[in-house]
DNA sequence: CCGCATCCCCAAAGATACTG
DNA sequence: CAGTATCTTTGGGGATGCGG
């Protein structure tokens, strides 16, 4: 994109992170590493070589950084850098924004259970400290974990968790927006391991 | 703007303050209504078109207002209402990651005292409460009250300041920046009133 | 399959001229 | 002053192709 030409941090932020996708990139990556189908999948609408560009303007503008993971499985990742992780305070703005005052929620409108995670991250002591969890939305898999300031959600699969449970879209959307309770999604979910746990998990995700 | 197509309130903020110069427009009204020429001053690079078509948009999503002030000089202003002015998280989460990380200064960059003094509105006990001054650069005018919570900067002639200061921008921009002192930018500034109240609004203008 | 690059097309932005 | 009209240029959406 053509640079505003203006000397303010408003602008020049704008200058790096104003391209469209830009920001929904970086929202992406807020649970960790991604792969570019990853990325693909979790931005519908967006074009191979858009994607591929801003890719690589934002590894160029030093946001986002590419990583080929060691052997057996040599998978290439992108994953946000300092600069990109210090840009969660705008995507959290933008979200309280949108929340309230964003475009109005289409019927059609695509949905990822990511989507409705990330804001529930650093989510004050919500579980017990060093408990681990995985869940599983339809083909997306979470750690979600009990840490002492909160919970943290990462994306990818959970190593020994307490529990592991699975629920569907509609499930995960119906518990995190208030209109059904941990214990109505808890009889169509799917668990594995505690109990106990899963039902901890199951409250923590559901709003206060 | 094509809409994202993602009920993700994220993406659903961007649907609407997403396009180019939107988030400008609004940085531009922060300081209180404007009218479309000086909008056309403080966004310098944008066309006229552009812009008339994103008030035109911003105005439909209800951002922002027009409004017709009454006779004898009957000027049209854009004014941000309830749900523009609470963009100013985003605007100013914007503001501190532009500043660490954004594009940096290029030496042709357009400049305007506004774009210095939005950040430091709001800023805690800088000025005795009830005071009133008027700040002048350039062909800029500002009226800086001190408040009980901090100060308030506004676009537009005081009312009975009790000092009036004129100085440069280069001055303004040494003094917001740390690189010359109040007592430095005195020398040079026009002051016009209360000496020890053009003193406080200097040394409210530096840096802590 | 994954990770792009290329191509075509259209919509939006840039630039400038002009008007009520 | 406050825009509209017009033209050019750029960037994004969508499809396809292609090497590893």
């Known amino acids: 994109m053509k640079s505003y030409g203006q000397r303010c941090p408003v602008s020049r932020a704008l200058d790096v992170?104003?391209?469209r996708w830009a920001l929904l990139v970086l929202r992406e990556l807020e649970l960790?590493?991604?792969r570019y189908t990853d990325l693909l999948d979790g931005l519908p609408g967006v074009?191979?070589?858009v994607l591929s560009a801003r890719?690589?303007?934002?590894?160029?503008?030093?946001i986002v950084t590419k990583r080929t993971l060691p052997p057996p499985t040599p998978v290439t990742v992108y994953?946000?850098?300092?600069?990109?992780?210090?840009?969660?305070?705008?995507?959290?703005?933008?979200?309280?924004?949108g929340e309230e005052y964003g475009r109005p929620i289409a019927h059609n409108d695509a949905i990822r259970a990511s989507w409705m995670l990330t804001p529930l991250?650093?989510?004050k002591g919500a579980l017990p400290?060093?408990?681990?969890?995985e869940l599983r939305v339809g083909d997306e898999v979470f750690e979600v974990r009990g840490a002492r300031d909160?919970?943290?959600i990462a994306g990818g699969q959970a190593d020994h968790p307490d529990a592991v449970v699975e629920l569907g879209l509609g499930d995960l959307h119906a518990l995190t927006s208030g209109s059904a309770t941990p214990r109505d999604v808890r009889r169509r979910a799917d668990i594995d391991g505690d109990d106990e746990a899963a039902d901890q998990l199951l409250r923590a995700l559901a709003p206060v």
Chains 1, 2 share one sequence.
């Not at 890719?55 to 030093?62: H, I, P, V, Y």
């Not at 946000?80 to 210090?86: V, Y």
């Not at 400290?129 to 969890?133: F, K, N, P």
């Open 55 to 62: 890719l690589r303007d934002l590894e160029s503008a030093g």
């Open 121 to 123: 991250a650093r989510r």
């Open 150 to 152: 909160g919970l943290s």
């Open 129 to 133: 400290s060093g408990r681990v969890y």
């Open 47 to 49: 074009g191979t070589n």
């Open 79 to 97: 994953e946000a850098t300092e600069a990109g992780r210090a840009l969660r305070p705008v995507l959290q703005a933008l979200r309280d924004w």
């Open 17 to 19: 992170v104003g391209d």
């Open 32 to 34: 960790g590493p991604k």
